[in-house]
């Protein structure tokens, strides 16, 4: 059950976290704004890595009648995770990471770089099929996202930057994992400032206690454009983890010839799904959580340099069947530069193949709330599958 609830002028607000105290007051007053919108059901539920977002907060999960706000699914439509078991052991990997990192950032273009041409050429069969149908419906976009087609179709299957990553992790009994955490590139941003926009100028929110959290109607032209122009990105976003996970499997082949894949876990943490909850069916937003019906698989990661987990929801209804979609973030990235060194970087990531220079600060491990006590605050909403430690990270 939700360890506390905020006092709203609207809807409940039930939040994972010990105390109010815990959570900064620039997210609750967020919340408060979130539970005052007409279209808000029931009440909203608050993950247990909660903090400040722009018009919603992060880690919040909002269930809407007839509605969608843009901002309570983020600007990295369809961010999220993905994460293969491997027959590999730690007793089978080299003394030192570095020649796989390299490879890994030689074969897979990370921050602002795309792929020199589309990926058509390459990946399985069904990958190359999915590929080819979604950027032929890439015209159907609204326009004023200004991107090209081929641009579009090179950064497909290319990491991003910020707080994404790919990593080589092992579990509790030394088996090795891949992982990475991605999202819709420039075209899901772009996408998602348009219909943000375009929400602001309509009649119906001209009221509201923030700006940004103004809403689409169902029934409108303008829900109907969002809603394309969404699951285009949503469906681009998970195509593009399917793809980089296939290279990553290509790249660990050629090191370890033996090595075998089971089949990937694969969620979204910034989406919209049309769902049942309490009898009737509603639009709910995940902004920073993930899905956690009972049984389904689901990736809760952490900073580099700490753990990561696979887990299994438990269904629980107060969440709207949701989790956490991480450690979630304790200082921002500005503040975090100001606090921590290059020497407070080396230290914290100890152990971990990785870049080790200014460009990461603000990733530092210390920049984000402690795993271990998110994971405890939602021990209701999921169960643990596996524990992974990170040896290898690529940031984007």
Not at 20 to 42: K, Y
Not at 315 to 334: D, V
Request: aromatic content about 6%; hydrophobic content about 40%.
């Amino acid at each position: 059950m939700p360890c506390c609830e905020l006092k709203t002028n609207g809807i409940p607000v039930k939040l994972w976290v010990p105390n109010l105290g815990d959570v900064e007051s620039v997210a609750l007053d967020q919340l408060r704004n979130i539970a005052r919108l007409p279209w808000a059901v029931h009440h909203v539920a608050v993950m247990p890595d909660v903090h400040f977002g722009k018009g919603a907060t992060v880690g919040s999960v909002v269930a809407m009648r007839g509605a969608v706000s843009p901002a309570a699914v983020g600007v990295d439509i369809g961010c999220g995770m993905g994460a293969v078991k491997t027959n590999l052991n730690a007793r089978d990997l080299p003394m030192s990471l570095r020649e796989i990192r390299l490879a890994i950032e030689a074969d897979i273009p990370v921050g602002m770089t795309a792929n020199e041409r589309p990926i058509f050429s390459e990946g399985s069969a069904e990958t190359r099929k999915q590929s080819l149908l979604l950027l032929d419906r890439f015209g159907d976009l609204d326009p004023r996202h200004g991107a090209k087609r081929d641009r579009v179709a090179c950064q497909l299957g290319t990491l991003g930057g910020g707080n994404h990553f790919i990593e080589l992790c092992l579990d509790t009994d030394e088996n090795v994992w891949l992982m990475l955490h991605s999202g819709s590139r420039n075209i899901g941003k772009v996408l998602a400032e348009i219909h943000i926009t375009t929400a602001k100028t309509l009649a119906h929110n001209e009221h509201l206690p923030d700006p940004d959290l103004a809403v689409f109607l169902s029934g409108t032209p303008e829900m109907a454009a969002y809603r394309h122009d969404l699951f285009w990105a949503q469906t681009y976003a998970m195509l593009n983890r399917t793809v980089m996970l296939e290279r990553y499997q290509n790249i660990m082949r050629r090191f370890f010839p033996h090595v075998q894949f089971e089949m990937a876990v694969l969620c979204h943490h910034n989406y919209v799904s049309e769902e049942m909850h309490f009898g009737e069916e509603l639009v709910v937003t995940r902004k920073g959580a993930i899905r956690a019906g009972l049984g389904e698989l689901g990736i809760i990661p952490s900073s580099m340099g700490t753990k990561s987990y696979i887990v299994r929801g438990l269904g629980n209804p107060e969440s709207y069947c949701s989790a956490s979609h991480g450690a979630g973030r304790r200082l921002s990235r500005g503040a975090a530069k100001r606090q921590f060194t290059l020497q407070d970087l080396v230290r914290q990531t100890e152990g971990v193949e990785c870049r080790k220079d200014v460009s990461v600060i603000d990733e530092i491990p210390g920049a984000y709330k402690k795993i271990d006590e998110v994971m405890a605050n939602q021990a209701d909403l999921v169960e643990i599958v596996a524990e992974l430690k990170q040896v290898l990270c690529v940031k984007g």
